[in-house]
Antibody
């Protein structure tokens, strides 16, 4: 069974840093692009970042470019999102999701985790 | 950036009736090299992560009931629920994956009349 499981969320002060992770199982992790999507409380979905299966392509939304870094360790079947210089606007549930069929980010998102909550507050 | 809009914001439909959601993009999502529209539809029920319903604008994901269908091309797309069931109460989002950033629409909330 395909599963993705996020972890690492928590409370962080404005200006601080946090790294969230996403563990994949039930599929060949390196064969799929992985994406982070966030959802602020009571709000809609916001695409954040994607990394191709071989990590040769990384893409970011404008609000996070230069502050967030997406990476993956295919030997550990794990996706990461390093978040620096956090602001209150980054408060959200962070989902990771697997691309539907392959290593490209230019696809629909087939399997989603339950999310990990990041709260930025003083 | 490609801007995605959806209408209506909210939709009340009687059980067994048709629900239609519109999604428009600020530029064409049709890629000429493969003749695919780079658009997906997602369903998000309260307290749950989103679920992919439709990919390439009109292809139903495995296991999705056939009362869900997607149509459209270029900049205008539609998600249709042919006969609304109680379990279809959710927020529905369209998303373009034609160009980065892969933007979502604001969502359409579907509930029972």
């Amino acid at each position: 069974e395909v599963q993705v499981l996020e972890s690492g969320g928590g409370l962080v002060q404005p200006g601080g840093s946090l790294r969230v992770s996403c563990a994949g199982s039930g599929f060949t992790f390196s064969n799929y692009a992985m994406t982070w999507v966030r959802q602020a409380p009571g709000k809609g979905l916001e695409w954040v970042s994607c990394i191709s299966g071989g990590a040769d392509g990384t893409y970011y939304a404008d609000p996070v470019r230069g502050r967030f870094t997406i990476s993956r360790d295919n030997s550990k079947n794990t996706l990461y999102l390093q978040m620096n210089t956090l602001t209150v606007e980054d408060t959200a549930l962070y989902y990771c999701a697997k691309s539907r069929t392959g290593t490209s980010c230019y696809e629909g998102l087939e399997h989603w985790g339950l999310g990990t909550l990041v709260t930025v507050s003083s | 950036d490609i801007v995605m809009t959806q209408s209506p914001d909210s939709l009340a439909v009687s059980l067994g009736e048709r629900a239609t959601i519109s999604c428009k993009s600020s530029q064409s999502l049709l890629y000429s090299s493969d003749n695919q529209n780079y658009l997906g539809w997602y369903q998000q029920k309260p307290g749950q992560p989103p679920k992919l319903l439709i990919y390439w604008a009109s292809n139903r994901e495995f296991g999705v009931p056939d009362r869900f269908s997607g149509s459209g091309s270029g900049t205008d797309f539609t998600l249709t629920i042919s006969s609304l069931q109680a379990e279809d109460v959710a927020v529905y989002y369209c998303q373009q994956y034609f160009s980065v950033p892969f933007t979502f629409g604001p969502g359409t909330k579907v509930h029972i009349k």
